[in-house]
């Protein structure tokens, strides 16, 4: 099980607040997203804007990490969470490393802004993770990011996300040098399970928040779920701890407006 932006139905997605509420209801693992500012810094927010999970406006590309900072990234999603602020990737490395967390930091990045994205982020990463190497994974469904994060921080492991998986999947992540395979579990099949599986790829499915369906994929043999409401789920897998290892060279529902798809 692995908590969805931290637990994004549970607290303020992509923030400090949200990862303390996904270990708090057993997950071994969190996803999280990771952009740049204007001044190249590395923050966690999904959107390209600040408007749906902040309280402020504009382009994160176009801001710098003080202006990003200066406003609140909780109050949205419950007064509770006032006062939280987008976290800064080390920020969140540094909370993941005292709670044993595992991380799987996905890169968004603008138009003309992959690489720059992957390159930066991949060496952020690799100067501030000082935990187990194996819990943690680099995706993105932007090509040119992984291709980045590769050159720069060949020995942090990489997934290629995928909505539907094309035909020519295996070659993509080949190409990529891809430890793990991502998709959408609504486009997911038995058999199209079966073909990556056999390939020896771990198999992730987002963003599942039903647990009949979680049971049903994990059945197929998909490797590992993102949850928004991994409490609802707890149970049907193997301990959230327990999630494969994951080594760079290893591979040759509907919820209220707070959720929206990767």
Same mark, same amino acid.
């Given at each position: $099980?692995? &908590?969805?932006?931290?637990?994004?139905? *549970?607290?303020?997605?992509?923030?400090?607040?949200?990862?303390?509420?996904?270990?708090?209801?057993?997950?071994?693992?969190?996803?999280?997203?990771?952009?740049?500012?204007?001044?190249?810094? =590395?923050?966690?927010?999904?959107?390209?804007?600040?408007?749906?999970?902040?309280?402020?406006?504009?382009?994160?590309?176009?801001?710098?990490?003080?202006?990003?900072?200066?406003?609140? @990234?909780?109050?949205?999603?419950?007064?509770?969470?006032?006062?939280?602020?987008?976290?800064? !990737?080390?920020?969140?490395?540094?909370?993941?490393?005292?709670? &044993?967390?595992?991380?799987?930091?996905?890169?968004?990045?603008? =138009?003309?802004?992959?690489?720059?994205?992957?390159?930066?982020?991949?060496?952020?990463?690799?100067?501030? #993770? +000082?935990?187990?190497?194996?819990?943690?994974?680099?995706?993105?469904?932007?090509?040119?990011?992984?291709? @980045?994060?590769?050159?720069?921080?060949?020995? %942090?492991? +990489?997934?290629? !996300?995928?909505?539907? %998986?094309?035909?020519? #999947?295996?070659?993509?992540?080949?190409?990529?040098? *891809?430890?793990?395979?991502?998709?959408?579990?609504?486009?997911?099949?038995?058999?199209?399970?079966?073909?990556?599986?056999?390939?020896?790829?771990?198999? !992730?499915?987002?963003?599942?928040?039903?647990?009949?369906?979680?049971?049903?994929?994990?059945? #197929?043999?998909?490797?590992?779920?993102?949850?928004?409401? =991994?409490?609802?789920?707890?149970?049907?897998?193997?301990?959230?701890?327990?999630?494969?290892? %994951? $080594?760079?060279?290893?591979?040759?529902?509907?919820?209220?407006?707070?959720?929206?798809?990767?």
């Amino acid at each position: $099980m692995i &908590g969805h932006r931290g637990a994004a139905a *549970c607290a303020p997605e992509n923030t400090l607040a949200g990862l303390r509420k996904a270990r708090a209801l057993g997950c071994g693992w969190v996803e999280f997203d990771v952009r740049l500012t204007r001044d190249r810094r =590395p923050v966690l927010l999904h959107d390209n804007r600040l408007e749906r999970t902040t309280n402020g406006r504009g382009k994160v590309s176009a801001l710098s990490l003080a202006e990003v900072r200066r406003h609140d @990234a909780g109050n949205w999603f419950d007064p509770f969470f006032a006062g939280e602020r987008v976290p800064k !990737l080390e920020e969140a490395v540094a909370l993941l490393t005292e709670f &044993g967390l595992g991380a799987n930091v996905e890169l968004k990045a603008p =138009p003309g802004k992959a690489a720059a994205t992957g390159a930066l982020v991949a060496h952020s990463l690799a100067r501030d #993770w +000082r935990a187990d190497p194996t819990r943690l994974l680099i995706s993105s469904f932007q090509r040119g990011a992984l291709a @980045a994060a590769r050159d720069h921080a060949p020995h %942090i492991a +990489r997934g290629i !996300l995928f909505r539907r %998986i094309p035909k020519n #999947w295996s070659r993509i992540a080949a190409g990529l040098g *891809c430890a793990t395979i991502h998709a959408d579990h609504r486009h997911l099949s038995r058999a199209v399970v079966l073909e990556i599986r056999q390939l020896g790829y771990p198999l !992730l499915a987002y963003t599942v928040n039903d647990a009949a369906r979680a049971k049903t994929l994990l059945s #197929w043999g998909v490797t590992s779920v993102f949850s928004d409401v =991994p409490h609802r789920l707890e149970g049907l897998a193997l301990h959230s701890g327990n999630c494969p290892v %994951i $080594m760079a060279d290893s591979a040759s529902a509907a919820l209220p407006r707070r959720e929206s798809i990767w």
